[in-house]
């Protein structure tokens, strides 16, 4: 099932209206350490919420510093030189592949099993708060789709909804 986890939120006033979503990296219902297909990838897209979609990344380092984005035929915007080889951005992949959507995505890396700092929380929220505003619907992900994203929603106090 992709998007995995995919969970709406209610943010608190005056954005209770904002379209925010929560889920797990592309391809985590199968498999926490395998390459992940794009055609899996092309899948999870399909099943984002929309329109006006702006993916607010989480995923960074995992706890032996490998990248979170080494499953991938993509790289993320903080990978170096040598880790990103020939691979493109996520933002890049996307708009080859899913134009028509017109995602952006928002990286704000972080650590796999660690809390997430707070000016990287101030950061994130930031982002979160000034893209309702513009009325974007927006997917927070990280690798499983609850731990670093749920810090997130706590930080905003954001509620859960039953239903999406």
């Known amino acids: 099932m992709e998007p995995y986890r995919l969970r709406r939120w209610r943010l608190p006033s005056p954005h209770e209206g904002v379209r925010f979503f929560t889920c797990a990296r592309p391809g985590r219902s199968k498999s926490k350490f395998s390459q992940i297909p794009d055609d899996l990838v092309h899948k999870w897209v399909r099943g984002l919420p929309g329109p006006e979609t702006v993916l607010v990344s989480l995923l960074g380092r995992k706890p032996d510093e490998t990248s979170e984005f080494a499953f991938y035929s993509f790289c993320g915007s903080f990978e170096s030189p040598e880790e990103r080889g020939r691979r493109v951005s996520f933002q890049v992949w996307l708009d080859r592949w899913h134009k028509e959507r017109d995602i952006q995505v928002v ?9 997430i700092s707070p000016d990287t929380m101030a950061a994130i929220a930031s982002d979160i708060v000034r893209l309702a505003l513009e009325g974007r619907t927006l997917v927070l992900v990280d690798s499983g789709g609850e731990t670093r994203s749920g810090a997130v929603c706590r930080y905003l106090r954001a509620t859960e909804c039953s239903t999406s």
């Open 107 to 115: 990286e704000h890396p972080t650590r796999d099993y660690r809390a």
